[in-house]
């Protein structure tokens, strides 16, 4: 790799003297400087900066066959290299899907190969790299890298210490692998049980209490040197619609949007959140032209920048998604969102498409070059600050020395114990005796694992259980278990001194809500384990004891073990109220129930 000498020289006349803590800017860089790179660039180089792509490979140069195969027919290059070339992007989306993050010091390796390809460019400047690292049920990175809960465990656990130093720690190890923007906290207040997409990646239901997390969260990016980003803005917590696959509606009134969502984005920008990611929604009390908020000026230059006073990165969600894509063509979404006020268009379907159409409206008139100016303008701040313009290059010996330490990981399991909710212990029932429930079978749910754990989940229980001294099997029911599975688990657990279930998502009538049934109707005890939704507890009036983890990762559920082994006590509490099944208008637990032993 190159050193800093090296970097250095290879871009003279370009990135001299922008070196941090130099000029005017409160962060580092001076302005003028930026303005005279910005000044320097030619439009296309220009339309390339406010790009974010995805490119498939584990390489910038030398990718798989079937990546480069991928590659000619979705962007019509080879390589990322040859992307960065074309199009001279300004920044790269990191998805597990385009084979981009096998490993640490693999993922290390090809964030320098982009940089180098990027610099080597005329008035070549760095990449700045994203990824989508949440935790909990979503994440890019996985093992070995440290997993931490998801929001709504984090929401669970309510220490705003634990917030900043997961932020902390995810953001020095994602650096280490030279991804420097993490599209993470989500600041959605979940509010609506049955929204699709949100959930349990929203920190809770109670707009004061999401604000201090996602606060907390954006300090430990900042510390560790990682641009934080908030989403969706202005708001995706009341929704029943997937805006991956539909258009969503938000019938908020101003008054209640001013209470509820916007709080927790305050908050951020109180924070100095260093991007904020829009939501393809509509939401007519904001902006009633049927718009979705990416593409809407009122709600973008209006609301967020005007009112909010925020005048960081906006980032658009990914112009792939349904919600964006309803009313408009894909030549046309790029140019309509950079008119609504966004700094970074991410991730378009058709990049040639969406490329071309701004170049063209900037060559018709329709967008100025002023206007893209003042968006390549806080791009280059904020790669500035992160210190992009300066080291750009990650070094390999770090990933070992960073990602995945010991200390990181002790520190997420010591979190996770923290986050792990019990809703129900009947007749003292938890923790479970080794010596009375020596014998525990291990039955429910298997969905896919979030990337990188291990799974299935109760694989992961029944491991956990028998390295605390626990005969613990496992038996996977899956997600809609058939009369036959059940009859199945029913027979296993007639052997056994305790049954743990997982469930995922029940519904009244489901087959994972009869196999609770059937396994409580056999008198062996029975212990419920919600590994994604708190609301199961609902549908399961007859468990004697009930968890929520709100997701199914190794480090989740693990702490959960450690609680049915009572080598810890539960101290998570609802960050979301459950409502009745039999009467949704009426709460059977609120916001704050947890119990403990």
């Known amino acids: 790799m190159p050193s800093r000498r090296t970097v250095l020289a290879a871009t ?30 030619t439009i296309e180089e220009k339309v390339g ?89 979503v994440c890019r990175i996985g093992r070995p890298a440290t997993l931490f809960p998801g929001a709504m465990a984090m929401g669970a656990g309510g220490s705003r210490t634990d917030a900043r130093t997961l932020g902390r720690i995810s953001g020095a190890e994602l650096r280490a692998m030279g ?62 619609v997937d805006s991956h696959t539909g258009f969503p509606v938000i019938t908020h009134s101003r008054e209640l949007w001013e209470k509820l969502d916007a709080v927790p984005f305050r908050a951020a920008i109180a924070a100095g959140v260093d991007s904020v990611m829009t939501a393809h929604i509509q939401f007519p009390a904001l902006d009633g032209s049927g718009d979705p908020a990416t593409l809407s000026h009122p709600v973008l230059t209006g609301i967020l920048r005007g009112e909010l006073g925020y005048d960081g990165v906006v980032v658009t969600d990914s112009l792939g998604m349904a919600g964006v894509r309803t009313k408009y063509g894909d030549d046309r979404v790029p140019v309509l969102a950079l008119r609504a006020g966004v700094d970074q268009l991410l991730d378009p379907p058709k990049p040639d498409v969406a490329w071309h159409a701004v170049l063209k409206a900037v060559q018709d008139g329709e967008l100025t070059e002023s206007r893209l ?65 020596g014998t525990v079978l291990v039955v429910g ?42 009859d199945k688990a029913v027979a296993a657990a007639r052997g056994a001194d305790a049954v743990v279930v997982g469930t995922y998502n029940v519904t009244a009538g489901s087959g994972q809500q009869r196999l609770v049934e059937r396994l409580v109707a056999t008198g062996v005890p029975v212990v419920a384990v919600a590994v994604r939704n708190p609301y199961d507890v609902a549908q399961l009036p007859s468990v004697k004891a009930c968890l929520a983890t709100y997701s199914w990762t190794d480090v989740e559920l693990r ?35 947890g119990l403990t032993y």
């Open 12 to 41: 003279a006349g370009v990135t001299a003297g922008l070196a941090v803590g130099t000029g005017t800017d409160a962060f580092g860089a001076d302005d003028k400087k930026l303005r005279a790179l910005v000044a320097r660039m």
């Open 49 to 137: 900066q406010l790009f974010v792509m995805r490119v498939y490979g584990h390489s910038a140069t030398d990718p798989d066959q079937a990546d480069i195969d991928a590659n000619l027919k979705e962007i019509g290059v080879r390589t990322a290299a040859e992307l960065i070339a074309k199009y001279r992007v300004g920044g790269i989306i990191y998805f597990t899907w385009t084979h981009n993050t096998r490993d640490p010091r693999q993922i290390a390796e090809l964030s320098n190969g982009i940089q180098r390809a990027s610099l080597a460019q005329p008035r070549g400047l760095p990449v700045l790299i994203a990824t989508d690292q949440e935790h909990g049920a």
């Open 179 to 240: 991804v420097r923007q993490d599209y993470s906290p989500d600041a959605d207040v979940n509010v609506n049980p049955a929204n699709p997409i949100i959930g349990v990646r929203s920190f809770g239901a109670g707009p004061d209490a999401v604000g201090d997390l996602v606060a907390a969260e954006v300090q430990g990016y900042r510390d560790a040197g990682v641009a934080a980003t908030v989403k969706h803005f202005p708001g995706h917590g009341d929704t029943a």
């Open 373 to 437: 100016d003042e968006s390549i303008l806080r791009i280059l701040r904020l790669k500035s600050r992160l210190g992009l313009l300066d080291r750009p290059y990650v070094h390999e010996k770090d990933v070992g020395r960073v990602v995945g330490t010991g200390r990181h990981l002790a520190a997420a399991d010591r979190i996770a114990e923290r986050t792990t909710t019990l809703l129900v212990n009947e007749g003292g029932l938890l923790p479970l005796s080794r010596g009375t429930h």
């Open 445 to 486: 749910a298997d969905p896919a694992s979030p990337s990188g754990t291990t799974g299935p989940p109760t694989g992961v229980l029944a491991a956990a259980l028998t390295e605390l001294g626990f005969a613990a099997t496992a038996l996977s029911t899956g997600m809609d278990p058939s009369a036959a599975d059940v």
């Open 559 to 593: 702490a959960a073990a450690r609680v049915i082994a009572g080598e810890v006590a539960p101290r998570g509490s609802l960050p979301v109220p459950v409502q009745r099944a039999d009467d949704p208008a009426r709460v059977l637990y609120p916001i704050g129930h």
